[in-house]
């Protein structure tokens, strides 16, 4: 789109490969951050963000 996207949405277009994408954010990310096969049924305020409770119990708090 050359010069097209930035007059048009103010911004530069980049591209990257999904790979490229997804491996960059796994990168970015604390180790056990990510969990499969959890379903979250709640979620509520906490002391310094968000918390997330699963199925199971499990409570994740987080700045968001």
């Keep these: 789109m050359s010069t097209a996207a930035e007059e048009r949405y103010g911004a530069p277009q980049l591209t990257i490969h999904r790979a490229d ?6 990168n970015a990310l ?3 951050t990510i969990r ?3 379903q979250v049924i709640a979620a509520e305020e906490g002391g310094s963000g968000a918390v997330a409770i699963l199925s199971d119990g499990t409570r994740f708090e987080a700045d968001a």
């Design 21 to 26: 994408l997804l491996a960059a954010l796994e």
């Design 30 to 32: 604390t180790e056990n």
């Design 36 to 38: 499969f096969a959890s």
